[in-house]
Nanobody, 124 residues
Framework: QVQLVESGGGSVQAGGSLRLSCVASGLIDTTCMGWFRQGPGKEREGVARIDFDGKTEYLDSVKGRFTISQDKAKNTLSLQMNSLTPEDTSMYYC???????????????????RGQGTQVTVSS
């Protein structure tokens, strides 16, 4: 059974930083992982991803501010978020896809597995 458990959310003022972590268990394949977010009344949007070959991609609005990283030995995915703005306020979810052979072609929000989410609130 695959489990993704996020931590690290919280409330910060604009310009502040947070680091989200996601501990994964049960994944049988080295696959693509990432973070997506969904705010109240908003569509889900992929924020950052790291594929099994180490390639990373970011949502345009977070480029230069967010950094995704992975510690495969600890089965941990992280998202360092700097220069946060109120527009970053959202529930953030860790996600992982089931198979490496198909995950590169799939959007983060379509990945097979996701965690329960962690809330990030940025005040102005």
């Amino acid at each position: 059974q695959v489990q993704l458990v996020e931590s690290g959310g919280g409330s910060v003022q604009a310009g502040g930083s947070l680091r989200l972590s996601c501990v994964a268990s049960g994944l049988i394949d080295t696959t693509c992982m990432g973070w997506f977010r969904q705010g109240p009344g908003k569509e889900r949007e992929g924020v950052a991803r790291i594929d099994f070959d180490g390639k990373t991609e970011y949502l345009d609005s977070v480029k230069g501010r967010f950094t995704i990283s992975q510690d495969k030995a600890k089965n941990t995915l992280s998202l360092q978020m700097n220069s946060l703005t109120p527009e970053d306020t959202s529930m953030y979810y860790c996600a992982a896809d089931r198979y490496s052979w198909s995950c590169k072609a799939r959007a983060i929000i379509a990945f097979d597995y996701r965690g329960q989410g962690t809330q990030v609130t940025v005040s102005s």
